[in-house]
C-alpha cells in the first residue's frame, strides 16, 4: 500500500487494521504485482466496495447483490464526477458493464479478470495499457 500512495505523493503511515494472519488473495495479489510495475497515478475501486460474504463466514464470497450493486454504482457515480478520470480500466466485465451504466463521458477499457485463468491474459493486456513489457514467466 505504502508504494501505491507514493505514487500520489503521500506518506501514508497505516497500522494494520485486522488481527491474525494475513489471507492470501490471489487476484489481489496479481493486481497488485501489476501495479508495482507501473508509474502512473491510479485509483483503484471495487464496483462493491465491501466483501460480500455468505452470512457467518467471512472467509467466502459471493456476488453482490441488486442493491448493493446499485449503492456500489452510486458511490462510482460520484467518484468519477470528483476524479474527472481520463479513462477507466475495468477490470472483468462485470465492473464494465458497471462503468457503462454509470458514466458515458469516460472511455471504459475492459480487461480480463485474472481469475479463473485470465491472469496472462490480464497481465498481457495491462502491459499493452501502460507501456510495461511484461517479463515472461513473471508470476505476481
Known sequence: MNQHARRWNVDLAA??????????????????????HIDARIFLWNVFPLHPHESGDPFT?????ARERRAGEELLQQLIALLHPSRIVAIGNDAAAAAHR?????????????????????QGQISEL????????ALF
Not at 494475513?22 to 508495482?36: K, N, P, S, Y
Not at 501502460?130 to 514467466?137: A, F, L, N, R, S
Open 15 to 36: 497500522e494494520r487494521p485486522t488481527v491474525g494472519n494475513a489471507v492470501a488473495e490471489r487476484t489481489a495479489a496479481v493486481i497488485w504485482g501489476m501495479l508495482e
Open 102 to 122: 454509470v458514466t458515458d463521458c469516460v472511455p471504459v477499457i475492459c480487461v480480463r479478470h485474472p481469475s479463473y485463468g485470465g491472469q496472462t491474459q490480464f
Open 130 to 137: 501502460y507501456g510495461h513489457p511484461m517479463k515472461t514467466g
Open 61 to 65: 464470497n459471493r456476488q453482490h447483490n
